[in-house]
């Protein structure tokens, strides 16, 4: 069976997956948006790191706006596709799905451009080794 979508398809690759729990939850029962964002960061960083051959580090966040929220016990999707590469850094589209509870329906949640910067062993900038 394949997962039922709202809002299109997700664009990008699947880089992580993670459950939301009761402890990232705010008063009214909705996981926080820094919980989310953290998961997008982690995401990023993995994918920077895929791409840059070593490591990378968040240089800046674009425009983050929650379309609707995360419930406990759905699965969040984190999916990010390369926009573009420069010559130290890149830009990714990260994009946050809902995979809700027991269920098939994926909902998009938000998304955003993360900038990483690629650095050498000493914390410079490096050029990202493509």
């Known amino acids: 069976m394949t997962d039922e979508t709202t809002n299109g398809a997700p664009k990008g690759e699947l880089t992580l997956r993670t459950l939301a729990m009761p402890g990232d939850t705010n008063a009214a029962g909705d996981i926080f948006g820094g919980w989310v964002m953290a998961q997008m ?69 938000t998304d955003a451009s993360f900038v990483m910067v690629a650095l050498d062993k000493n914390g410079k900038p490096t050029p990202v080794q493509r």
């Open 41 to 109: 960061d982690l995401a990023s960083g993995i994918r920077g790191a895929e791409i840059a051959g070593g490591r990378v580090v968040t240089a800046a966040v674009n425009e983050m706006s929650f379309a609707m929220p995360v419930k406990v016990g759905d699965t969040l999707c984190i999916y990010t596709h390369l926009e573009r590469v420069g010559r130290t850094s890149m830009v990714l589209l990260v994009e946050a799905w809902a995979q809700r509870y027991l269920s098939h329906v994926m909902e998009k949640v």
